[in-house]
């Protein structure tokens, strides 16, 4: 059985030079990708996508998460509504909305508030992002 050819370095210098090789270290965000982040953000602040350019995945995917909960429950009343009218006008079965009335106010206030908040947090990041473009590297 053929073995190894033996390293000069034993034990614990040698783990550790292994380590040192084997870590991973990303490229440093740029000044340029840190602009178009900050751009990007004001308009499309509430998908979050700024965030996955400054790779900040996690809080990406919470603010996208966020975005989504808060879009189908600001819209969701507004189809059920709609639905609920074509179906009358086109002489189906006429649905009593009272009875929704404040389960569908409820839906579309905290989607409303969701939705603004995520608008908003993007906003706010998207500044910040700008106002600070000047400690990445150029």
């Known amino acids: 059985m053929p073995t190894k050819p033996s390293s000069k370095k034993?034990?614990?210098a040698y783990l550790d030079e292994a380590v040192e090789k084997s870590t991973y270290r990303a490229k440093p965000i740029t000044r340029k990708k840190a602009?178009?982040?900050g751009c990007l953000a004001l308009p499309l602040g509430s998908t979050g996508i700024h965030n996955f350019l400054m790779r900040n995945k996690k809080r990406g995917f919470f603010h996208l998460l966020i975005s989504s909960i808060a879009f189908g429950l600001f819209f969701f009343p507004f189809s059920h509504a709609l639905l609920a009218v074509y179906?009358?006008?086109m002489g189906g079965e006429c649905i009593d909305?009272?009875?929704?009335?404040?389960?569908?106010n409820a839906l579309l206030i905290t989607g409303l508030v969701?939705?603004?908040?995520?608008?908003i947090w993007g906003a706010v990041e998207g500044i910040i992002i700008l106002i600070n473009h000047k400690r990445f590297e150029e």
């Open 97 to 104: 909305m009272s009875s929704y009335d404040d389960t569908l």
């Open 35 to 37: 602009i178009i982040a």
């Open 87 to 89: 179906s009358c006008q």
């Open 10 to 12: 034993h034990g614990k």
């Open 114 to 119: 969701l939705l603004a908040g995520s608008i």
